[in-house]
């Protein structure tokens, strides 16, 4: 027989533990792993508050997240805004007039007569040109038409400019931890599981933020996904750490052998 046909015989592999790192190597794994759980919870907390009360109710919710991506259809952005972040400006009385005048179409006759009284004096210090914020401008009904219309929530356009930073981010930083993570002694199944999730989650996430856009239940699979993906997260680090630090090797087993 072709010797070159043989298969090579390979000593029989080992994986490393934690326990076989280096000093060295415990403190970088400790110090990522530290500083990627603040950024996870930096993130939390920075989703929290983009998203709580969109719906003009506190807290977090899936009404929230359905309203971001798939809009809220029965109103426009500039009520869902005099609801919302935009409630104090405004008297509610006013509201009701504002919200009356955008169901019967948001005439310009009727602009000029209800409308722009009511803004010039209470929005048009903040929305207009002369501001400079980057905020719609309210001195001209062109200007407010343009908020006047169905909200269909997030654009297309910016959910792929977040998905595709995500999917390298979330992709890199799931990467990362899941090479420290392969260092834990656990059950084989249990190790295979944990280190997939994050990928499978966060794909799951994203795929669910162009489905909700069609359809709001799709806010429930945005949800979970987030869940599993913080989840699977916390459960690699606060393994890791546990292992790096307190895990030894039992007396006699190969890992005693160097
Ligand atoms: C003190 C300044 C200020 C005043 C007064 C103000 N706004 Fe705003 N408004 C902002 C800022 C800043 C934003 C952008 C940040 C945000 O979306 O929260 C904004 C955003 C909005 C948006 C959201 C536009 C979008 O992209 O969907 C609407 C609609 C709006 N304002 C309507 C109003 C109305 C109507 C009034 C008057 C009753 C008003 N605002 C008064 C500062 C102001």
Redesign the pocket.
Known sequence: MNKKNQPEICPTIVPRRFYNCTLNEKFLYTSFLLLAGLGYLMALAYLYTSFDGIDGKPGLSVEDVAENYYGNRSGT??ES??RG??AS??EVEQRNHVVEWLKSGALQADYERIIKPM?DE??V???SPDSG?Q??DFTSYEGIKL?ANVDTGVSLHSLMKVSHIHLFGIALVAFAIGLVFRFALLPAWFQYTLTLLPFVAIFIDIAAWFLTKWDPIYAYTVIIAGGLLGLSWALQILISLYQIWFLRCRPGAPCNDK
């Open positions: 952005r500039l805004a005099l972040p935009m400006y405004i803004f209470r929005c210090m903040c929305h914020l905020i719609p908020v």
